[in-house]
């Protein structure tokens, strides 16, 4: 540590006598898949209870209603975990937001479910960086905070959702909630092995497009059919010509059909849109917007759209900047060289961006693979990102903002 973190020093040190490893260990080695809703309760009630160290109200949040497109065409709802929070000096002039999520990609029947040492130093095990790290780190960093004697100058709330990963589409308006009035937030999203944070996000969004034809026999009367799987084809070719620089364009499923001597009366189409800033995101809605209507047009049958976009472009502003520069200047404080850039992927962090507060989406730990059975810890890290989030929370208090 240089010399301008001595006034914090002491308390920084005991980021090495808590209990970073053994509850992220603990929290990984139970499955909270986000459609396991019964290892996603005990997982949240752990974390319930490990939060509840902090001096502030804990609260498992209901979730919000979500809608999902069945495949014979229906929309139908289905259950999500509940959310964590917690508020702590609501009071306070100058406040934050610390986001972070409980549930993973890996479902209850997923092979992956073990953790094991994949080298030493490092250990592979599912959730381990996506994001039982983090959720350790950050929990760690409002310990050593309430150690200190400027706590009392910066109040926070702290939000674990049980479906960031897919989509928050349960969470989304707690998210909003939270976010307002904030000076910054910061996201427990695993850092690239190196250390290199995310900047800047492109947006997401996905859409279920429903198509209603008219059944008719194969071979006797197929031009009174109207074939629904043909426009879906016809609009998954379309779709895909939007696809450039800027904005990506997948169309990824159909489903629906028929037995080969019926012409098929329904289909769904499952595209996902990856546009780059606001400007893309609009084009690509407008043209979907106008594509349903000249489906319908040309094929002579029904089409509806249903989704939309979750996940907003998250550019870098000015104050984005300024708390990318924040954590750096910490980063180098502590030893640590801070890099960013930008990446395709989305998360959180872009529905706060888009409530016009600076976020720093990948505090937590140091890893890699995530998504997959080879995810990683670098065991290191944990101590490491505590150290970091810690002393960045302490100088916005300091400061009195970024």
Request: hydrophobic share 40%; charged share 20%; aromatic share 4%.
């Amino acid at each position: 540590m240089s010399s301008s973190v001595t006034s914090y020093a002491s308390v920084l040190q005991q980021a090495e006598a808590l209990p970073l490893l053994d509850r992220t260990l603990i929290w990984s080695k139970i499955n909270s898949g986000t459609t396991n809703l019964d290892g996603v309760r005990k997982v949240g009630k752990l974390l319930a209870d490990a939060f509840s160290v902090l001096p502030g109200k804990v609260n498992l949040v209901a979730p919000e209603p979500v809608e999902i497109v069945r495949t014979n065409g229906t929309i139908d709802h289905i259950e999500r975990g509940e959310h964590l929070t917690i508020s702590v000096r609501p009071e306070a002039n100058i406040r934050i937001l610390l986001t972070g999520h409980m549930d993973t990609v890996f479902p209850s029947d997923h092979p992956f479910q073990q953790v094991s040492e994949r080298e030493p130093g490092v250990l592979n095990g599912p959730g381990l960086a996506d994001m039982k790290g983090g959720l350790s780190t950050m929990l760690g960093a409002l310990q050593l905070l309430e150690n200190s004697d400027i706590a009392k100058r910066i109040g926070y709330d702290v939000m674990i959702n049980s479906d960031e990963e897919v989509g928050s589409g349960s969470s989304a308006k707690l998210i909003e909630q939270l976010a307002h009035g904030k000076i910054a937030a910061l996201t427990y999203e695993p850092a690239l092995p190196d250390g290199t944070l995310a900047g800047e996000r492109g947006g997401s969004g996905n859409f279920s497009i429903i198509f209603t034809g008219k059944s008719a026999h194969a071979g006797r009367n197929p031009d009174e059919g109207r074939n629904a799987l043909i426009a879906a084809a016809d609009m998954a070719l379309r779709l895909k010509t939007l696809h450039r620089d800027g904005l990506s364009v997948n169309p990824a499923k159909i489903d629906g059909g028929g037995p080969n001597n019926a012409v098929p009366d329904h289909c769904i189409l499952r595209v996902n849109f990856r546009p780059k800033s606001m400007e893309d995101q609009k084009e690509a809605q407008l043209t979907l917007d106008n594509l349903v209507q000249l489906i319908a047009e040309e094929h002579d049958l029904d089409v509806h759209c249903h989704g939309g976009f979750g996940r907003p472009p998250k550019p870098i502003d000015a104050q984005a900047q300024k708390l990318f520069g924040l954590v750096k200047q910490c980063g180098a404080e502590l030893g640590l060289d801070i890099n960013w850039r930008g990446t395709g992927g989305v998360c959180d962090g872009n529905n706060i961006a888009a409530c016009g507060i600076p976020v720093v989406d990948t505090m937590g730990v140091r890893g890699g693979a995530i998504h997959s059975s080879d995810e990683f810890l670098i065991v290191d890290s944990l101590v490491e990102r505590t150290q970091l989030s810690a002393l960045t929370i302490m100088r916005i208090a300091e400061r009195g903002g970024l």
